[in-house]
């Protein structure tokens, strides 16, 4: 079965610290990608995507990922991170003939210490 | 436009009770999922239903149920509910039938059962 691992369970940075969260997927067909971001007492909200075409997407909030297809990679990175990027993120993985179906991984909650 | 909404916000059962979760999706999505966000299991998901079709469904016993109405408004149903079904219950919604799209969630629905 499909699963997704992201690496880090916590991570604690400092603000304008460069930030990057892993995630490998165990898919060998296509797939598209996904980044979602829970804030406090928020709901789940898309960060960014990746369905097809260049491999390095940007999303909202200064966000860029980048798929790497030979190592099953979508690793989500942001240059300097600010006290409001605090929040937990979630890799997600939809493989391409599974309609709606996200394959989340576990979660990163991400400390930023202003 | 309004976001994906759900109702209950919260709800507490006794086990062995069934329950009634609802959904709406924003205007004109078609498709709505369903997922259960757990501390220990993460976010996994329940089902998928486009044009009042169920789609893709999880690996969830057969208690967890749910439809669509032609409004695409959705609904799940727990049966004969255990403690373990304790969990926040989120819905999302998108446009598109087939193909790759992007899903919009909503803020959830806090079960517990005591």
């Known amino acids: 079965a499909q699963s997704v691992s992201q690496h880090n369970h916590h991570v604690i940075l400092s603000e304008a610290a460069s930030l990057e969260l892993g995630c490998n997927y165990s898919y060998g067909g296509t797939v598209n990608l996904f980044w979602y971001v829970q804030y406090p007492g928020q709901h789940l909200q898309l960060l960014l995507k990746?369905?097809?075409?260049?491999?390095l997407v940007k999303g909202i909030k200064g966000f860029e990922a980048e798929f790497i297809k030979s190592k099953f990679s979508f690793n989500l990175r942001k240059p300097s991170v600010q006290w409001s990027d605090t929040a937990e993120y979630f890799c997600?993985?939809?493989?391409?003939?599974?309609?709606?179906?996200?394959?989340f991984g576990q979660g990163t909650e991400l400390s930023v210490k202003p | 436009k309004a976001g994906v909404t759900q109702t209950p916000r919260y709800l507490i059962k006794t086990r062995g009770q069934q329950v009634t979760l609802s959904c709406s999706p924003i205007s004109g999505h078609r498709s709505v999922s369903w997922y259960q966000q757990t501390p220990g299991q993460g976010l996994q998901f329940l089902f998928e239903?486009?044009?009042?079709?169920?789609?893709n469904k999880g690996n969830f016993p057969g208690r967890f149920s749910g439809r669509q109405f032609s409004n695409s408004r959705s609904e799940m149903n727990v049966s004969t509910l255990e403690l373990g079904d304790s969990a926040l219950y989120l819905c999302a919604s998108s446009l598109a039938g087939w193909g790759p799209y992007e899903q919009y969630f909503g803020p959830g629905t806090r079960l517990t059962v005591t």
């Open positions: 239903y486009f044009s009042e079709t169920q789609r």
């Open positions: 990746y369905f097809s075409g260049d491999p």
């Open positions: 997600a993985v939809n493989e391409d003939n599974q309609g709606g179906k996200l394959i």
